[in-house]
């Protein structure tokens, strides 16, 4: 099956920019999306497509898939931006996820 | 408004049978593209069924043979029954529908229900 790949955690000064990576095979011939998931909550989409935002989700999320390498990036990160991230893609038979990115701020 | 209730967790040992129920409301099961989702304590997501296209079902390697999903149009409920439960499912389990805010994604979750299978 296909494999995504996401570092275990990624930590930033608040206000600074937060990126998160999502590998996988040609992962740009998919379409991806991200979910962020507080501790105790339910996940929430925040990118489709690649790079398409939810409504409500604020401006400061964006999203970009190439070559291996997906990506979500988290502008001017707040504290409330503090929740661990997951990447998803359809392999063909089911949904796949990345195994998480914890943010720190 | 549009949401999800989860319900039928709990303590349940090994070799046990539980149904879990998603009650949904705003919109309905019966056209949707459904899933469950379950997360262990501590660990990432899984999807360990789906149910879409009329009743077109997918099960995760992990759960095949004992999940059966299905759904009550009447009702507008999502079921997960499991049977032969082992510790390997104890997990938060989500339901969540595709496509119903948006063009994409599974864009509304439900709050999830703990399936805890121990002796």
């Known amino acids: 099956s296909y494999e995504l790949t996401q570092p275990l955690s990624v930590s930033v000064a608040l206000g600074q920019t937060a990126i998160f990576t999502c590998g996988g095979n040609?992962?740009?011939?998919?379409?991806v999306h991200w979910y962020q998931q507080k501790a105790g909550q339910a996940p929430v989409l925040v990118i489709f497509?690649?790079?398409k935002r939810p409504s409500g989700i604020p401006e400061r999320f964006s999203g970009s898939n190439s070559g291996n390498t997906a990506t979500l990036t988290v502008s001017r990160a707040q504290a409330g931006d503090e929740a661990d991230y997951y990447c998803?893609?359809?392999?063909?038979?089911?949904?796949?996820f990345g195994g998480g990115t914890k943010l720190t701020v | 408004e549009v949401q999800l209730v989860e319900s039928g967790g709990g303590l349940i040992q090994p070799g046990g049978s539980l149904r879990l129920s998603c009650a949904a409301s705003?919109?309905?099961?019966?056209?949707?593209?459904m899933t469950w989702v379950r997360q262990a304590p501590g660990k990432g997501l899984e999807c360990v069924s789906l149910?879409?296209?009329?009743?077109?079902?997918f099960y995760a390697d992990s759960v095949k043979g004992r999940f059966t999903i299905s759904r009550d149009n009447s009702k507008n409920t999502l079921y997960l029954q499991m049977n032969s439960l082992t510790a390997d499912d104890t997990a938060v389990y989500y339901c969540?529908?595709?496509?119903?805010?948006?063009?994409?994604?599974?864009?509304?979750w439900g709050l999830g229900t703990m399936v805890t299978v121990s002796s």
């Open positions: 969540a529908v595709r496509g119903q805010l948006e063009l994409d994604g599974f864009d509304l």
């Open positions: 705003g919109f309905s099961v019966s056209t949707n593209y």
């Open positions: 149910i879409y296209s009329g009743d077109t079902t």
């Open positions: 040609n992962i740009e011939t998919r379409l």
């Open positions: 497509r690649n790079q």
């Open positions: 998803q893609v359809w392999d063909g038979t089911n949904w796949v």
